[in-house]
């Protein structure tokens, strides 16, 4: 019997000055008030939250609070600005694409230690393997590598807030068929594009989409997706896309850089500033009511009002493109 001799590549390690920089930081996280604290702060529509806000998280003092957001300031985790008398906190901007990835992907692994292999990726590997070359040979301009990420990142995507498992590959057909077309897709002689963008692409984003499919008729392409994608579509809102006439399978999505470039117009609902800056991209914020927290007659209400500010978005997207014929 061959005994292989150990020889550890200890060169390969975190080195010393930044792994006791990050134990810094992770001590400073390590603390379920200061977490929810986090993540408060990172879903806050307006991007940053006020101490008087985040007091009411927990049944504690509000000197107590500020001794937990001092504590993550003093990591970098936080920045603070006072305005009369009260502190306003916000994510460090370099440091908030790590608390993304934290909150919305290290998080529910941990609290769901069964999702961690993303909902059976590895009992679909040959659908996937199947899909992906179907796509390719529809997509013919794109390599084999490519495709191949799209449809694999898709389901991963997907899985992270699915339920179950069941239909998540003929949804990943739908989702990475999408993304190839963004990623092809022909700005000089296509049909407008506008992406509706809300936190869990289960409610407005979806609603508004399907309006602007409906009263386009096909002279504007619609997509949604979210931020932090729920599970499945509210409630409030499948009756609504019932009644818009809007056949298509509707599921929550997550934003890609993708669907960003190839949109004419980016329009967020209550979700930040998630979407990344793409030069010739037009951004737009409407503030509407979310579907998930309303009455009957608020939903009815919110879908009147989206309505009618995608009325006035398709009169200027047909008119600037000469389309409105």
């Keep these: 019997m061959t005994v292989t001799e150990c020889a550890p590549a200890a060169t390969h390690a975190m080195g010393e000055p930044a792994a006791s920089a990050l134990s810094a930081t992770l001590k400073a ?12 702060i990172a879903a806050d529509s ?4 006020c101490v008087c806000d985040l007091a009411e998280l927990a049944d504690v003092s509000q ?9 993550l300031k003093d990591v970098g985790v936080l920045a603070s600005e006072r305005r009369g008398t009260w502190v306003w906190y916000r994510i460090t901007p370099e440091l908030r694409p790590a608390v993304t990835t ?4 290290f998080a529910p692994a941990a609290v769901h230690p069964e999702r961690r292999g993303y909902a059976g990726l590895d009992d679909v590997d040959e659908a996937l393997t199947h ?14 590598e490519l495709v191949t990420a799209v449809v694999r990142e898709s389901y991963a995507s997907l899985a992270r807030s ?13 989702f990475a068929t999408q993304r190839l077309m963004d990623i092809t897709r022909d700005r000089d002689n296509g049909v407008p594009q506008v992406l509706f963008v809300c936190v869990a692409n289960a409610g407005r984003s979806q609603l508004a989409a399907a309006l602007v499919n409906q009263l386009s008729g096909g002279r504007v392409i619609a997509r949604s997706a979210g931020s932090a994608p729920a599970a499945e ?9 019932a009644e818009i006439g809007d056949n298509d399978l509707h599921f929550p999505k997550p934003i890609t850089d993708d669907a960003v470039r190839a949109a004419d117009v980016v329009v967020t609902m209550g979700c930040g500033d998630v979407c990344p800056i793409i030069p010739g991209v037009r951004y737009e914020d409407w503030a509407v009511g979310d579907p ?25 997207l047909l008119t600037d493109t000469g389309a409105s014929e």
């Design 292 to 316: 998930a927290l309303a009455s009957p007659e608020g939903v009815a209400a919110i879908r009147d009002d989206i309505a009618e500010r995608v009325n006035d978005l398709l009169t200027t």
């Design 63 to 71: 000197p107590t609070v500020s001794h937990h957001l001092r504590v």
């Design 233 to 241: 579509i509210h409630p409030n809102v499948e009756p609504l896309l």
């Design 29 to 40: 996280l390590a603390d379920p008030l200061r977490l929810r604290m986090l993540s408060a």
């Design 102 to 105: 934290l909150l919305d992907s």
């Design 162 to 174: 699915a339920r179950i498992s069941t239909h998540l590959v003929s949804l990943t057909k739908r």
């Design 46 to 49: 307006r991007g940053e939250s």
């Design 131 to 144: 899909l992906a070359a179907m796509l390719q040979a529809r997509f013919a301009s794109l390599s084999v």
